[in-house]
T-cell receptor
């Protein structure tokens, strides 16, 4: 069965500092990996996804993530955080199957200090 | 960017009542999903729907739950007899193809009293 772990429940960063959110997955085959962001009162917005190819993927809002098969990780990074990046971030793994369901991690809430 | 629309944004119901959560997926999308998030817990898959039938469902999606695409534009989730533990944020999602971007709605917060 597929699973996702996000070890950090909360992270506080200063505006302008770098951010890295950890994600570890368990999946029997080559995974499809995703990062979503959820702002208060909003739905889930896709930041980026990895299906195959280059293991460093670029997303929206200046985010990037690196797929490391040997570590079963897909960590999300941003070099310089803006106050508007305060939100909850979810890592998810998906399967290429008829239903193509996503399994989500527990989320990491990011607080940005001025 | 196109949007998945969910109504209502909040719904309060009494235990044992039936509720219908409504979603309007993006118009040319073919795959439809419901997920839910109980407060403080993970987002959980409920059901996927394609070609007018359920393609996969989770253990959560028991006989009390049903989905329908009644008119080619709406996609509904019905809970026949709500329980306290059904209180959650319910997200609808849709995509055009299997490996295409999945779009989520902003959710319906269901509170069962």
């Amino acid at each position: 069965a597929q699973s996702v772990t996000q070890p950090d429940i909360h992270i506080t960063v200063s505006e302008g500092a770098s951010l890295e959110l950890r994600c570890n997955y368990s999946y029997g085959a080559t995974p499809y990996l995703f990062w979503y962001v959820q702002s208060p009162g909003q739905g889930l917005q896709l930041l980026l996804k990895y299906f195959s190819g280059d293991t460093l993927v670029q997303g929206i809002k200046g985010f990037e993530a690196e797929f490391k098969r040997s570590q079963s990780s897909f960590n999300l990074r941003k070099p310089s955080v803006h106050w508007s990046d305060a939100a909850e971030y979810f890592c998810a793994v998906g399967a290429q199957a008829a239903g193509n369901k996503l399994t989500f991690g527990g989320g990491t809430r990011v607080l940005v200090k001025p | 960017e196109p949007e998945v629309t969910q109504t209502p944004s909040h719904q309060v119901t009494q235990m044992g009542q039936e509720v219908i959560l409504r979603c309007v997926p993006i118009s040319n999308h073919l795959y439809f999903y419901w997920y839910r998030q109980i407060l403080g817990q993970k987002v959980e898959f409920l059901v996927s729907f394609y070609n007018n039938e359920i393609s996969e469902k989770s253990e959560i999606f028991d006989d009390q739950f049903s989905v329908e695409r009644p008119d080619g534009s709406n996609f509904t989730l019905k809970i026949r007899s709500t329980k306290l533990e059904d209180s959650a944020m319910y997200f609808c999602a849709s995509r055009f193809g299997i490996n295409e971007k999945l779009f989520f709605g902003s959710g319906t917060q269901l509170s069962v009293l």
